[in-house]
C-alpha cells in the first residue's frame, strides 16, 4: 500500500491507493508509426530515434503493457550531474527539454545527467506552486525544507537515487493561482534556494498543454514512472506518494521506485 496525498483544487486529500491508475487514452495522440531515420529533436543524445509505436497514455497493468509516453518538448532547465540549478540565481537562459533526452535503450547513460550512469527509471511529476502537497513531495526529492516538514536528509533523494540510475523530471502546469497557467518566473521561484533549489530537471507546462491528458488539472501532484530503456509508462497516478524512496533510502520497507527498479531488472524493455 502507498500513501499519496492530493490537492483537489486548494483542498488537501489524504488517501491510500493499493496501485496506480490507468488514465483513459486522451485526444490528440498520432497513431503509431515506425521510422528508421528521424530528425534530430527526435533522437537522444546517442542518436537513436525516440520509438513512434505505441504512444498513448495508458500506464503497465498486471500483464499488459503500457503506452509509451509521447516525446514532448517543454522549456526549462537541466541540472549537469545533480547540482542544484540556481547557484544562487536561476541560469540566464532555458533550454528546449525533450523526454527523449533521457531515452536510453542501449544503457549507455546520457553525458551530463546523473554522471553519465545508465538511466533506468525516468520519474516524471507535475505539480502547481498553489498546491501544499506538491510542495511537501517536492522538499523530499529535493531535500529542501520550504514548507517545515520534511524528513528527508540534507542529501536530496535525487542525488542519492542518481547512482541508482533514476532520474527526476518536474514539470509546473500552474503558478501560484489555481487554473492560471505557469511561467518562466514561476518556475525560477520554484527552484530557487530559498523554496526548493532542485537539482533535478525543472521545466513549465502551461496548463499541462502536454501532460495535462494524463490527470484532472484540480488533482495533482501527478506522478508517474517511465522504463527509460523503451519510454513505456510503468505507473501513472496523482497525489504525494510518501513511500516514493523507501526501499532505497529505507530498507526496512519497499517503495515505488525500488519496486520499479527490481521490475525492470527482472523483465525486458518494451519491444519496439
Not at 518538448?73 to 533526452?101: C, E, M, R
Not at 530557487?192 to 501532460?211: A, I, K, Y
Not at 491528458?213 to 497516478?237: K, Q
Request: glycine content about 10%; aromatic content about 8%; overall charge negative.
Amino acid at each position: 500500500m502507498k500513501h499519496v496525498v492530493i490537492a483537489f483544487g486548494g483542498l488537501v486529500s489524504s488517501l491510500f491507493f493499493a496501485c496506480g491508475s490507468t488514465p483513459v487514452p486522451g485526444p490528440g495522440i498520432d497513431p503509431p508509426t515506425i521510422q528508421s531515420q528521424c530528425n534530430v529533436s527526435e533522437q537522444n543524445s546517442y542518436g537513436v530515434c525516440y520509438p513512434t509505436s505505441d504512444i498513448g497514455t495508458s500506464a503497465h497493468t498486471g500483464t499488459v503493457s503500457g503506452s509509451r509516453i509521447a516525446n514532448f518538448a517543454f522549456t526549462g532547465y537541466v541540472p549537469v550531474n545533480v547540482t542544484p540549478i540556481s547557484n544562487p540565481n536561476p541560469p540566464s537562459a532555458t533550454q528546449t527539454i525533450h523526454l527523449g533526452d533521457y531515452y536510453d535503450p542501449q544503457q549507455k547513460g546520457v553525458p551530463g545527467i546523473i554522471g553519465g550512469v545508465p538511466i533506468k527509471l525516468i520519474h516524471l511529476s507535475v505539480a502547481a506552486l498553489w498546491c501544499g502537497p506538491c510542495n511537501d513531495e517536492t522538499d523530499h526529492v529535493s531535500g529542501s525544507n520550504y514548507t517545515g516538514t520534511n524528513p528527508a536528509p540534507a542529501d536530496s533523494w535525487a542525488s542519492q537515487l542518481a547512482q541508482d540510475g533514476i532520474v527526476f523530471i518536474q514539470a509546473i502546469n500552474e503558478g501560484a493561482v489555481e487554473g492560471v497557467g505557469s511561467t518562466i518566473a514561476d518556475l525560477n521561484n520554484w527552484i530557487s534556494p530559498n523554496r526548493h533549489n532542485s537539482d533535478f530537471t525543472s521545466m513549465v507546462d502551461p496548463e499541462g498543454q502536454n501532460l495535462g491528458i494524463f490527470f484532472d488539472a484540480a488533482a495533482i501532484p501527478f506522478n508517474a514512472n517511465i522504463d527509460a530503456r523503451s519510454m513505456e509508462i510503468l505507473e501513472s497516478d496523482v497525489g504525494f506518494d510518501t513511500t516514493l524512496a523507501d526501499g532505497l533510502t529505507n530498507s526496512n520497507s519497499p517503495g515505488t521506485l525500488d519496486t520499479w527498479l527490481k521490475w525492470i531488472a527482472a523483465n525486458p524493455p518494451l519491444a519496439q
